[in-house]
Antibody
Framework: EVQLLESGGGLVQPGGSLRLSCAAS????????MSWVRQAPGKGLEWVSG????????YHADPVKGRFTISRDNSKNTVNLQMNGLRAEDTAVYYC?????????????WGQGTLVTVSS | IVMTQSPDSLAVSLGERATINCKSS????????????LAWYQQKPGQPPKLLIY???TRESGVPDRFSGSGSGTDFTLTISSLQAEDVAVYYC????????FGQGTKLEIK
């Protein structure tokens, strides 16, 4: 059974940093692209960042380019999101999501999410 | 690519048909494989989204056959043929043709 478990969320001041992690199990991790998707309170879904199975290719949405960095450790079956320069508008539940195959495929499994709150 | 869903909310009687539309600002049909890079997700309160449909009309394993997807190019539809109480949720379309973007969501309720 595929399982994705996010951690690292919390309260951070504007301009601060946070590192999210997602521990994956139940599938051959290095074979699949992974992404982070966020959802602001009461709002819709927004794709944030993605990485290929090898980690050689990474992608970021325009609102987070230059501030967020996605990485993965295939030896530990984890994908991380380093978030710097956090802003109030980054407040959201952050979901780790597995893609069904390559980078151009849908999200077939999601974690339960971790809440990031940016506030002074 | 901007994804626009209609309506924003919908109330349907139990056992009746529910139809949600999704329009993309440019085609998500890839000429190399003739596939539409379009998915539908269901999100219930307090839960993560769940994949229902991908490649515009392929049902994910375990999804009831009352859910169906149709359309091509820029116009797509999610149909629930006979609404059940457990279908109350917010539904999102998503393109994965170029980067990935979601529609704003359609809230489905029981009338």
């Amino acid at each position: 059974e595929v399982q994705l478990l996010e951690s690292g969320g919390g309260l951070v001041q504007p301009g601060g940093s946070l590192r999210l992690s997602c521990a994956a199990s139940g599938f051959t991790f290095s074979t699949y692209a992974m992404s982070w998707v966020r959802q602001a309170p009461g709002k819709g879904l927004e794709w944030v960042s993605g990485t290929s199975g090898s980690g050689d290719s990474t992608y970021h949405a325009d609102p987070v380019k230059g501030r967020f960095t996605i990485s993965r450790d295939n030896s530990k079956n984890t994908v991380n999101l380093q978030m710097n320069g956090l802003r109030a508008e980054d407040t959201a539940v952050y979901y780790c999501a597995k893609l069904s195959s390559g980078i151009n495929s849908p999200f077939d499994h999601w974690g339960q999410g971790t809440l990031v709150t940016v506030s002074s | 690519i901007v994804m626009t869903q209609s309506p924003d909310s919908l109330a349907v009687s139990l056992g009746e048909r529910a139809t949600i539309n999704c329009k993309s600002s440019q085609s998500v049909l890839h000429s190399s494989n003739n596939k539409n890079y379009l998915a539908w997700y269901q999100q219930k309160p307090g839960q993560p989204p769940k994949l229902l449909i991908y490649w515009a009309f392929t049902r994910e394993s375990g999804v009831p056959d009352r859910f169906s997807g149709s359309g091509s190019g820029t116009d797509f539809t999610l149909t629930i043929s006979s609404l059940q109480a457990e279908d109350v949720a917010v539904y999102y379309c998503q393109q994965y043709y170029s980067s990935r973007t979601f529609g704003q969501g359609t809230k489905l309720e029981i009338k």
